[in-house]
């Protein structure tokens, strides 16, 4: 199972950009790299997905190097609603391999 | 659609009591899974399925049961429930028409052991 460590918590204020980075050594070649967005008593939700160099959708940007052994959540111009905790989960696209770990908690201050 | 709900959002058991958490998904999704999460920590992989008939152990699978009769059902039984069984419960599903077999979450259950 391929372990993630992201910083445990960081703090910006609002309409910054928000980068939170994710390593992941010993990632896989079939390995997904997928980042959700958790509030306070609500499950997590999804937010972005990659497999190598660069992912955009309306929220977040992912950025992936050549040797995938990293990531980085990119946020622009955050607000105070995206206080939230955020996860890196690296694995198969079935999940079963996946693991949470205690992921990164945003706290963006106004 | 409803996506995944999950019933009862809270309940209180006494050690030794059982119950069955319920989960419903109406995406036609094969995948399901049920975490629990601890407070201030991540989620734990309790035991997914990847159909109807067909289920599997996660990371913390002791002192739980699962069965999937169904494509749309995914109940998580307890049988002799243990303070150390406090905790947030989540179902979870996905599968083939998501486009990144992104999991969908649904509202999760309470539970107090006592």
């Known amino acids: 199972l391929a372990k993630t460590t992201q910083p445990i918590s960081m703090d910006s204020y609002e309409g910054q950009e928000v980068n939170i980075t994710c390593s992941h050594n010993?990632?896989?070649?079939?390995?997904?790299i997928t980042w959700y967005q958790q509030f306070p008593s609500q499950g997590p939700r999804f937010i972005i997905q990659?497999?190598?160099t660069k992912v955009t959708n309306e929220v977040a940007s992912l950025f992936i190097p050549a040797d995938r052994k990293s990531s980085t959540l990119s946020l622009p111009r955050v607000s105070l609603s995206d206080t939230a905790v955020y996860y890196c989960?690296?694995?198969?696209?079935?999940?079963?391999?996946?693991?949470f770990g205690a992921g990164t908690r945003l706290t963006v201050k106004p | 659609n409803a996506g995944v709900t999950q019933t009862p959002k809270f309940r209180i058991l006494k050690i030794g009591q059982s119950m069955t958490l319920q989960c419903t998904q109406d995406?036609?999704?094969?995948?399901m899974y049920w975490y629990r999460q601890d407070p201030g920590m991540g989620l734990k992989l309790i035991y997914y399925?990847?159909?109807?008939?067909?289920?599997d152990k996660g990371e913390v699978p002791n002192g739980y049961n699962v069965s999937r009769s169904t494509t749309e059902d995914f109940p998580l039984r307890l049988e002799l429930a243990a303070p150390s069984q406090t905790s947030v419960y989540f179902c979870?599903?996905?599968?083939?028409?998501?486009?990144?077999?992104?999991?969908?979450f649904g509202p999760g259950t309470r539970l107090t052991v006592t």
């Open positions: 399925s990847v159909g109807a008939g067909i289920t």
């Open positions: 990659g497999y190598k």
């Open positions: 995406m036609n999704h094969n995948y």
């Open positions: 979870a599903s996905t599968g083939v028409g998501t486009e990144n077999y992104e999991q969908y």
């Open positions: 989960l690296v694995g198969g696209r079935n999940n079963n391999d996946m693991r």
């Open positions: 010993n990632i896989a070649t079939n390995d997904y």
